[in-house]
């Protein structure tokens, strides 16, 4: 029952309300849903007050750390920009990032999210499709939990195994990279949450990041990283860019003009906002050298953007026509993904099961089988004996640390501590999630005795061997933000462990979970290996239905496996040791050659390729069509010749353009194929795979004569080959 006093309050309420929101939609122009993004920013920037725009250009981390406090009305997570009320800008609720939600330091006390696989397991399926599941369940879970912006789309390349944050990023090819980011964005954006795409740009290794200058020649950026951005960009329209922690070519990236003014909002025409990594401005006048927001700003030395800016503006030494165009590129994408029509609220309802199944679908296809010696796998339902060592394999699946670490509903299952000091001091622990391998293996066996050794000890885990018919003998390499890996062994002493346990039993299984590339020191012995990746909510599922047969694995390598890093330009890390507070160079000399094309230009054999991967079915090519004119279309046909259903990844390189050899990836698809079934796949190339960048005329330019291609299996496998003529033309940058 309504009585008089809970009537006035009411009353109260209402009219409250009625002052918030204006009584007719024409005060409010700018929330016509039928004018353009560009036009409804344009008409609500106008009405700001000079304070107002200051506010939406800085902003600070919304986590407890280093004693800072959430600020208020945060929901909490990485950062948070006040709104407008007065004018119904929303707040930005910014949260990481690709692989799912975060809680980071669980500012959200108990709320877990759903842990995707890690970015190297969603390249190594070479399907879009799953990126762009992937990104609408982050996008979903964002908008349930109140977060409007999600700080996704990290698309580095990988010039370095090493490099601490490749787990979190999509391979070293851009053509590959450019498209799952494209695809992840999209369904993040798809659920009405800005997504960015990060780190702009060669945030190549977290040695020393805050002091790593990148060197590289403009042309080989351009073909590259920047092209891996650019094709992202264009395909996935991600609201924000993310600059990054390191210089590039001398200046800090979100202060660097070249980058920002020049590549991305000139040649790109890129209309979104550039928002700066947590920590990374150094200057007021990087808002003219194309930084349009200060994030985490007491990361930094002032919070630059706030009243230096203010009183830089009323002074003219930054223009209003500046602080204007920035305010508007936010408020831009803003309304381009629906954050005015669509408000996100906290609360709303998630269906944590269905999010798991996707994520699970996605880590089971992102899984790589290395080798498999006479069928090994998938294992026999009639092994009467299992025994699984190591890796926490009881708890569940490893997960990389750092600000994307994705904490699962209820909480982490076991919590590895590494300590450690400085900024990522409390990031530093290794996460298993629940999801148990051993679990799950004994689920698929139901009548196999499936023991357990933690593998601590080398002899009793030859002990278990010995005792067993088949052997699953987990590798573990946790890697972390703000550190790369310090070789290419499994930490801990894990090769050794391996070593003895491959020994003992010819049947022995490896299942590898890591960060990246590592070297294998025992791979001889192995009777099978499988890359798991970090294989997210349901990784001991995903694990157990590889290794069982009920998924057929078809996961490719996304990232050349070396044979030892010297087969690498820098085979110690730069930076490794310096001085603090010392700036270094990172000279990047393989250029565009990342990875595999350098392995190709220099003849050197990896330990596994680029695009490499088994199948428990086998896959063979035929009737190879190159057209050419004014690009390639190759299409050819793919049979699957085996005994099983299966994925394939079919992949088309460009292997020699007029004058030259070359090795670059200019299509790949993911097509499933009966035993004895033919698909014929048809791809065109992207102009700019099979040309040059000009820094001269600032243009791609495609020279006139043959280019040849070659179709098959991975970087080093080319079944097919053939070649086409093409016009010369250019195209713009
Ligand atoms: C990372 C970013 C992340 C940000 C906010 C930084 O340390 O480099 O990728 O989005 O923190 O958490």
Redesign the pocket.
């Known amino acids: 029952m309504i009585t008089a006093s809970r009537l006035l309050t009411l009353n109260a309420s209402l009219a409250v309300l009625a002052l918030a929101v204006p009584a007719r939609a024409a005060d409010r122009p700018w929330m016509n849903v039928k004018l353009s993004p560009d036009e409804r920013a344009a008409l609500l920037e106008k009405e700001m007050t000079l304070d107002e725009r200051i506010g939406l250009v800085h902003g600070p981390?919304s986590?407890p750390i280093f004693g800072i406090r959430k600020p208020d009305g945060a929901i909490g997570?990485?950062?948070y920009i006040p709104g407008v009320p007065r004018l119904g800008v929303p707040a930005v609720n910014?949260s990481?990032?690709s692989l799912g939600v975060?809680n980071?330091l669980g500012v959200r006390p108990g709320d877990g999210a759903t842990a995707l696989a890690s970015g190297l397991s969603l390249a190594a399926t070479f399907n879009t499709k799953l990126a762009y599941e992937g990104g609408a369940v982050v996008g979903r879970e964002a908008r349930a939990k109140g977060f409007n912006v999600q700080?996704a789309g990290?698309v580095n390349l990988a010039r370095d195994p090493r490099n601490g944050?490749n787990f979190?990023y999509l391979g070293e090819d851009p053509w590959l990279a450019g498209n799952m980011a494209a695809a992840q964005i999209s369904g993040i954006q798809a659920q009405r949450v800005v997504s960015?795409i990060?780190?702009f740009s060669l945030?190549g290794q977290e040695t020393n990041r805050h002091f790593a200058n990148s060197v590289i020649d403009e042309a080989a950026h351009r073909e590259s990283d920047l092209l891996a951005f650019q094709i992202a960009i264009e395909k996935g329209q991600p609201g924000a860019v993310?600059c990054?922690?390191n210089l590039v070519n001398g200046d800090y990236s979100c202060g660097n003009n070249h980058l920002l003014n020049a590549v991305l909002k000139r040649d790109w025409g890129y209309k979104g906002w550039v928002m700066s990594?947590?920590?990374a401005v150094h200057a007021t006048d990087y808002i003219l050298r194309g930084l349009d927001q200060q994030?985490?700003e007491q990361l930094d030395a002032k919070v630059w953007f706030g009243e230096p800016l203010k009183t830089a503006v009323e002074k003219g030494e930054v223009p209003a026509a500046r602080l204007s165009d920035a305010t508007r590129r936010i408020l831009r994408s803003m309304f381009a993904a629906g954050l005015f029509d669509k408000p996100v609220t906290p609360g709303g309802a998630i269906d944590y099961d269905a999010n798991a199944e996707v994520a699970r679908a996605a880590a089971a296809e992102g899984i790589v089988l290395l080798k498999n010696r006479s069928g090994l796998l998938p294992l026999a339902k009639t092994a009467k004996t299992i025994a699984v060592i190591g890796g926490h394999a009881d708890a569940g699946v490893l997960s990389g640390g750092?600000?994307?670490q994705v904490v699962p509903p209820g909480g982490a299952k076991r919590v590895v501590p590494l300590g450690g000091e400085g900024m990522m001091g409390a990031f530093r622990s290794q996460y298993f999630n629940g999801s148990s391998p051993l679990a799950a293996i004994r689920k698929a066996a139901p009548g196999a005795k499936v023991t357990f050794d933690d593998g601590r000890y080398v002899a009793s885990a030859v002990a278990a061997a010995k005792a067993a018919d088949v052997v699953i003998v987990f590798g573990n390499q946790w890697m972390g933000?703000?550190e790369d890996a310090y070789d290419l062994s499994l930490p801990n002493g894990q090769d050794a462990l391996i070593a003895a346990v491959v020994a003992a039993n010819p049947n022995a299984v490896v299942v590898l979970q890591t960060g990246g590339p590592v070297s294998m020191p025992w791979l001889t012995d192995a009777g099978a290996v499988v890359e798991a990746w970090y294989a997210g909510v349901k990784g001991g599922e995903a694990i157990a239905d590889v290794l069982f047969g009920a998924i057929n694995p078809s996961g490719r390598l996304p990232i050349t496996f070396p044979a030892s890093i010297d087969q690498y330009p820098r085979a110690q890390l730069p930076g490794l040791g310096a001085p603090e507070k010392t700036r270094f160079d990172v000279v990047y000399s393989e250029g565009a050659d990342i990875g595999y094309r350098r392995f190709a230009a220099s003849g050197q054999k990896p330990l596994f390729p680029f695009g490499y991967g088994l199948s428990y079915t086998s896959f063979a090519y035929g009737n190879l069509k190159v057209t050419g004119g004014e690009t390639l279309t190759v299409s050819f046909d793919v049979t699957n010749t085996g005994q099983r259903t299966g994925k394939d990844a079919p992949q088309v390189y460009l292997t020699g353009a007029p004058g030259k050899a070359t090795q670059r990836l200019i299509g790949f698809d993911k097509v499933e194929l009966q035993p004895g079934e033919t698909r014929k796949v048809t791809l065109t190339a992207d102009a700019r795979l099979l040309g040059r960048f000009d820094v001269k005329t600032n243009r791609w330019v495609l020279d006139k004569g043959a280019y040849q291609v070659g179709v098959g299996a991975a970087a080093d496998n080319l079944a097919l080959k053939g070649s086409a003529d093409l016009r010369a033309r250019t195209l713009k940058p």
């Open positions: 981390m986590m997570s990485a950062g910014e990481d990032a975060t980071p700080l990290g944050r979190e960015t990060k780190h945030n993310m990054a922690y990594d947590w920590g994030s985490g750092g600000s994307s933000e703000g």
